[in-house]
């Protein structure tokens, strides 16, 4: 017996809130391309190797009040 979108949709407003957000992520996920994940992905292992390198204090950081100066400085 196959279930109709509109049995489903009924199903699915009798679940909680934090149920239906949390189908609503699975459906959505499953829309997305390999490509899309495959360079979220890449963008994770980034980010994480970013936020190793600025732990161990290899990164150069500046302050926001100067980035902020320099956009400024730019902008103009």
């Known amino acids: 017996m196959s279930v ?3 049995e489903l949709e009924q ?3 009798s679940l909680s809130p934090d149920e239906r ?3 609503a992520d699975v459906l959505l996920e499953s829309l997305r391309d390999a490509p899309l994940a495959e ?3 890449t963008w994770d ?3 994480e190797k970013r936020v190793a390198a600025y732990d161990r204090g290899e990164l150069e950081t500046f302050s926001a009040e100067s980035v902020f ?3 400024r ?3 103009r």
């Open 4 to 6: 109709t979108l509109q």
């Open 11 to 13: 199903q699915a407003r």
């Open 21 to 23: 957000a949390r189908l």
């Open 39 to 41: 360079i979220e992905a």
């Open 45 to 47: 292992r980034e980010i």
């Open 69 to 71: 100066a320099e956009a």
């Open 73 to 75: 400085r730019l902008a």
